[in-house]
């Protein structure tokens, strides 16, 4: 039996992920080779000070790397293979074009990931799920599996959310439930409140439930607190539904004190919060959520489209204390979507367990960061409003522009640009537009798009091209 002895403190992996990333960095290092029988789960548990389950899941993912095999009654062996994980392919098998061509830039995408040691570790992740695959064809119940919603909580905890399991699902992305929240919260002619310039897709949800979705006045901080009793008073509302980290399109971030502020309104009025949270995971550091200043009235959405990438099509839900709205949040649910594809759970369940969830996210920050500052540099100073993290600008039109001759201007540039009247809930919308900073566009392209976006804001539409 092979003496081997690993230091787990050269991993910032999970213990059994690190274990499996021991053995692969050893056999290519030579310190262990094909055929070494490695020692049992009880004898590596003892000497490394750890549960022997956790040394049996990492030979497990081992196994599944295709870098041990092991024989009952005989022990673990190692196969030799450290190169990749089995049925990973090869890092130049070419993307298939069909693919690669779909795109749809009016979208408020996050940038795409184009470091090569990630996107080998995000196939890793993928390929190793193959060992499951079976298991992860079958129906499962609704809300997710085990294994998933305790990944949906390590990723909740992020945002300082410690829900039970029992209050936690995993539902197949943001829009589907936001249509079950609101469908289970009021009736057609019933009134939900939102921000007046809000995320588009809420206007859409409301008018598929004959919902009245009216919006509310705003500051640099969010909607004002006075104005959302004043509608709890008249409106008699049953939900607020708030953007209030990143916001889209307008791209602020709701203070913690303007947070309290609204909790406590809603508390008083029993008025229920439907948190969007959708890109409350790209600061590292970002206010409190909704739901921790009123964990019994709020249903928080932790969409993945925005942080890690909108064809996961999965969110992890944090819902209030309430037996009643739970049972009928799950039966919309069920009628709506059946189940979360398990196999899309499964792999953020890996990729927030080993890390890589953690590296897109920091790569994402670091590629959105230098997006903003590239259009800070080029586009005329205070001539829109924008986060260092948010995918886009929010642009008012200055010189005569309306939006839509800008949004036609642009619409061969590469840019997402969409007109404020996607986003206006109630009155004349602002001539202003959202443009998208993120998605497959690469950086040269991006700084071409945007000289041509500052030519155009130099003067009037006159000036800046010739329409026929």
Same mark, same amino acid.
Not at 125 to 134: C, F, I, N
Not at 349 to 374: C, F, K, M, P, V
């Given at each position: /039996?092979?003496?081997?002895?690993?230091?787990?403190?050269?991993?910032?992996?999970?213990?059994?992920?690190?274990?499996?990333?021991?053995i692969?960095?050893?056999?290519?290092?030579?310190?262990?080779?094909a055929?070494?029988?490695?020692p049992?789960?009880?004898?590596?548990?003892?000497r490394?000070?750890?549960d022997?389950?956790?040394?049996?899941?990492?030979?497990?993912?081992?196994?599944?790397?295709?870098?041990v095999?092991?024989?009952?009654?005989r022990?673990?062996?190692?196969?030799?293979?450290?190169?990749?994980?089995? &049925?990973?392919?090869?890092a130049?098998t070419?993307?298939?074009?069909?693919?690669?061509?779909?795109?749809d830039?009016s979208?408020?995408?996050?940038?795409?990931?184009?470091?090569?040691?990630?996107?080998?570790? /995000?196939?890793?992740g993928?390929?190793?799920l193959?060992?499951?695959?079976?298991?992860?064809?079958?129906y499962q119940?609704?809300?997710g599996?085990?294994?998933?919603?305790?990944?949906?909580a390590l990723?909740?905890?992020?945002?300082?959310?410690?829900?039970p399991?029992?209050?936690?699902?995993?539902?197949?992305?943001?829009?589907p439930?936001?249509l079950?929240?609101?469908?289970?919260?009021?009736?057609?002619?019933?009134?939900?409140?939102?921000?007046n310039?809000?995320?588009p897709?809420?206007?859409?949800?409301a008018?598929?439930?004959?919902?009245?979705?009216?919006?509310?006045?705003?500051?640099?901080?969010g909607?004002l607190?006075?104005?959302f009793?004043?509608?709890?008073?008249?409106?008699?509302?049953?939900?607020?539904?708030?953007?209030?980290?990143?916001?889209?399109?307008?791209?602020?971030?709701?203070?913690?004190?303007?947070?309290?502020?609204?909790?406590?309104?809603?508390?008083?009025?029993?008025?229920?919060?439907v948190?969007d949270?959708?890109?409350?995971?790209?600061?590292?550091?970002?206010?409190?959520?909704?739901?921790a200043?009123?964990?019994d009235?709020?249903?928080?959405?932790?969409?993945?489209?925005?942080?890690?990438?909108?064809g996961?099509?999965?969110?992890?839900?944090?819902?209030?204390?309430?037996?009643r709205?739970?049972?009928?949040?799950? &039966?919309?649910?069920?009628a709506?979507?059946? /189940?979360?594809?398990?196999?899309?759970?499964?792999?953020?369940?890996?990729?927030t367990?080993?890390?890589?969830?953690?590296?897109?996210?920091?790569?994402?920050?670091?590629?959105?960061?230098?997006?903003?500052?590239l259009?800070?540099?080029l586009?005329?100073?205070?001539?829109?409003?924008?986060?260092?993290?948010?995918?886009?600008?929010?642009?008012?039109?200055p010189h005569?522009?309306?939006?839509?001759t800008?949004?036609?201007?642009?619409r061969?540039?590469?840019?997402?640009v969409?007109?404020?009247?996607?986003?206006?809930?109630?009155?004349?919308?602002?001539?202003?537009?959202?443009?998208?900073?993120?998605?497959?566009?690469?950086?040269?392209?991006?700084?071409?798009?945007?000289?041509? /976006?500052?030519?155009?804001?130099? &003067?009037?539409?006159?000036?800046?091209?010739?329409?026929?």
């Amino acid at each position: /039996m092979k003496n081997w002895h690993p230091d787990l403190g050269q991993s910032d992996s999970p213990l059994y992920m690190a274990i499996a990333d021991l053995i692969a960095a050893d056999l290519r290092s030579g310190l262990l080779a094909a055929g070494d029988k490695l020692p049992t789960h009880r004898a590596l548990a003892k000497r490394l000070a750890i549960d022997v389950t956790t040394v049996a899941r990492g030979y497990l993912e081992a196994q599944k790397r295709g870098l041990v095999q092991s024989h009952v009654g005989r022990g673990t062996f190692v196969t030799g293979n450290a190169a990749a994980p089995a &049925g990973v392919p090869p890092a130049d098998t070419p993307a298939d074009p069909r693919r690669a061509a779909i795109v749809d830039p009016s979208m408020n995408m996050p940038p795409e990931p184009d470091d090569p040691a990630l996107l080998a570790r /995000m196939r890793g992740g993928l390929a190793a799920l193959s060992a499951d695959l079976v298991p992860l064809l079958r129906y499962q119940g609704f809300g997710g599996a085990a294994v998933d919603k305790e990944a949906a909580a390590l990723w909740l905890a992020r945002r300082g959310l410690t829900p039970p399991q029992e209050r936690i699902f995993v539902t197949p992305g943001a829009h589907p439930t936001l249509l079950a929240i609101l469908g289970t919260l009021a009736a057609a002619g019933d009134t939900v409140l939102s921000e007046n310039i809000t995320y588009p897709g809420i206007r859409s949800i409301a008018a598929q439930l004959r919902l009245r979705l009216a919006g509310l006045p705003m500051d640099g901080d969010g909607i004002l607190p006075d104005a959302f009793a004043a509608a709890c008073e008249r409106d008699r509302p049953k939900a607020l539904y708030l953007n209030p980290t990143l916001h889209n399109p307008l791209t602020f971030t709701m203070p913690a004190a303007r947070r309290a502020e609204i909790a406590a309104v809603a508390q008083r009025y029993r008025v229920p919060i439907v948190e969007d949270d959708a890109y409350g995971f790209i600061p590292a550091d970002g206010p409190a959520p909704l739901a921790a200043h009123a964990p019994d009235l709020t249903w928080h959405i932790g969409g993945l489209s925005k942080c890690i990438g909108a064809g996961l099509r999965l969110a992890y839900v944090a819902a209030p204390d309430d037996s009643r709205a739970l049972w009928s949040f799950a &039966g919309a649910m069920r009628a709506g979507s059946v /189940m979360a594809s398990p196999l899309t759970a499964a792999l953020a369940t890996r990729w927030t367990e080993d890390g890589t969830a953690e590296a897109i996210l920091a790569a994402l920050r670091i590629e959105t960061a230098e997006r903003q500052a590239l259009a800070a540099s080029l586009l005329p100073t205070g001539s829109h409003v924008a986060d260092p993290l948010s995918f886009n600008i929010w642009l008012p039109l200055p010189h005569g522009w309306t939006r839509s001759t800008f949004s036609a201007y642009m619409r061969d540039s590469g840019l997402g640009v969409v007109a404020s009247d996607a986003f206006t809930v109630d009155g004349t919308p602002p001539e202003a537009v959202r443009v998208c900073l993120g998605g497959p566009i690469a950086r040269p392209q991006l700084r071409s798009a945007l000289e041509f /976006m500052a030519h155009a804001l130099q &003067g009037p539409p006159e000036m800046a091209g010739s329409f026929f």
